[in-house]
């Protein structure tokens, strides 16, 4: 198993600014991912983040807007750029640590005015 | 590209009663299927994993069973008490090892 904490739990942000999301693992893991979860929706895989690569983005999600870094095996972090209200959500980060179960965070529920 | 409903997206019981949640993916080709619980602005808490050459799992009062041909999956919650209120989310990773969420049934047991 793997345990995730994440920091901030919690924030509410202005417009136009920018906030960045700490992810720290207890455990060395390859793969690691960001979702985010619109209120009242699902999740949504934002991008993959493996350590000494680029971050890989899905559809609809790019890198001047979510930024990624990946320092070492336990360590991840995620900015969300020039915020707008429709960036409130939840921001989880996830570790696969085998191909089978996948193991998420507490969640970072971000406020945008 | 894997579509996940879950089927009924709100669910209110009177504690006791056995609960029933649905989860159908379009795409049958996949490699497992994991129900999470959701508490409210929380993160995601794993209840099940079912293996695609699997037909079920059990975990205490929790069963999940799985028809891969039929792209269904069905968690058994027996005997629901108020500690059981939350949203359950399917999430099915396909051969690519992505997973794909459904929206989520979210479940009220009343007292």
């Known amino acids: 198993s793997a345990v995730i904490s994440q920091k901030p739990s919690r924030d509410i942000c202005q417009r136009g600014t920018s906030l960045t999301i700490q992810c720290q693992v207890d455990?060395?893991?390859?793969?690691m991912f960001w979702y985010r979860q619109q209120p009242g929706q699902s999740l949504t895989l934002i991008a993959t983040?493996?350590?000494?690569?680029?971050?890989?983005?899905e559809s609809g999600f790019v890198i001047d807007k979510f930024p990624i870094s990946r320092p070492n095996l336990t360590f991840s972090t995620l900015t969300v750029s020039n915020m707008s209200p429709e960036d409130s959500s939840i921001y989880l980060c996830?570790?696969?640590?085998?191909?089978?179960?996948?193991?998420f965070g507490p969640g970072t529920r971000l406020t945008v005015l | 590209k894997q579509e996940v409903t879950q089927i009924p997206a709100a669910l209110s019981v009177p504690e006791g009663e056995n609960l029933v949640l649905n989860c159908s993916f379009t795409?049958?080709?996949?490699?497992?299927l994991q129900w999470f619980r959701q508490d409210p602005g929380k993160g995601l808490t794993s209840l099940l994993l079912?293996?695609?050459?699997?037909r079920e799992q059990t975990s205490g009062r929790l069963n999940a069973s799985l028809d891969k041909s039929s792209g269904r999956s069905t968690l058994y919650i027996a005997a629901s008490q108020p500690g059981d209120s939350a949203t359950y989310l399917c999430?099915?990773?396909?051969?690519?090892?992505?997973?794909?969420f459904g929206a989520g049934t979210t479940v009220t047991v009343r007292a």
């Open positions: 996830s570790v696969r640590p085998s191909t089978d179960t996948q193991y």
């Open positions: 999430a099915v990773k396909g051969v690519d090892y992505k997973l794909s």
């Open positions: 079912i293996q695609s050459s699997q």
């Open positions: 455990s060395q893991v390859t793969m």
């Open positions: 795409d049958s080709a996949i490699y497992n």
């Open positions: 983040a493996n350590q000494g690569s680029e971050a890989t983005y």
